[in-house]
């Protein structure tokens, strides 16, 4: 089935620890992204990518790192994690960046402790 | 600068009809979108509007005007399926999207 496969689905992590979430597509989409959703908040763009080989901030970026080697792999990294980047993490995909519809992972779910 | 705003909850009776309210600001726009998130999955997308009026989806409709800054998503016929978070989001000059925080819609029988 087409789509975006996160990985993993959950995880509990210490502080300090480093992290990878990994999102991978099938739909040779351009665009790609990672978002956290937080209660109360709306989903919060961390990094982007419009095309394999290069890589944007979003709103928020601090602590978070992003690769784009290819078209299908966009793998978000926590170098040293912290209680505060407990969140839902989700990457979403887009054909092109002025496209409009999103399609998502079923995303991560992130404790640190 | 820019913001979006949206209802934090609504509640309506199966059967009936609900109107989600989505207000923003922006100097670029470049659409609206609506998405819908039931709890503990990820949002899937429902509409996009990116000229003035209404556009209609079977059960679902969704309006927009520029001029206003002004969005709203209707839902018909509402069904206990129909109970799920809906975000509004619209698209900046840079193509990237701003999400409001979404509105909890309770469908009571």
């Known amino acids: 089935i087409a789509g975006i496969t996160q990985a993993p689905t959950s995880q509990i992590l210490a502080a300090g620890r480093r992290m990878t979430l990994r999102c991978t597509q099938d739909?040779?989409?351009?665009?790609m992204y990672w978002y956290r959703q937080d209660l109360g908040l709306g989903l919060r763009l961390i990094h982007y990518?419009?095309?394999?080989?290069?890589?944007g901030k979003g709103e928020v970026p601090d602590g978070y790192s992003v690769s784009r080697a290819n078209t299908d792999d966009f793998p978000l990294t926590l170098a040293s994690a912290v209680p505060s980047q407990t969140s839902v993490y989700f990457c979403?995909?887009?054909?092109?960046?002025?496209?409009?519809?999103?399609?998502f992972g079923e995303g991560s779910r992130l404790t640190v402790l | 600068g820019q913001n979006i705003d949206q209802p934090t909850e609504m509640t309506a009776t199966e059967g009936a009809i609900v109107q989600i309210n989505c207000t923003y600001q922006?100097?670029?726009?470049?659409?609206l979108f609506w998405y819908q998130q039931h709890a503990g999955e990820a949002p899937t997308f429902l509409s996009y509007?990116?000229l003035d009026g209404l556009e209609e989806k079977g059960r679902f409709s969704s309006f927009l005007s520029r001029s206003k800054g002004y969005s709203y998503l209707l839902l018909k016929e509402l069904q206990m399926k129909d109970s799920a978070s809906y975000l509004c989001?619209?698209?900046?000059?840079?193509?990237?999207?701003?999400w409001g925080a979404g509105t909890k819609l309770i469908i009571k029988p």
């Open positions: 989001a619209f698209m900046d000059s840079n193509y990237q999207l701003i």
């Open positions: 922006t100097s670029g726009f470049n659409g």
């Open positions: 979403a995909s887009m054909e092109r960046e002025e496209a409009g519809e999103l399609f």
């Open positions: 509007n990116v």
């Open positions: 990518s419009n095309t394999a080989g290069t890589t």
């Open positions: 739909m040779r989409h351009n665009a």
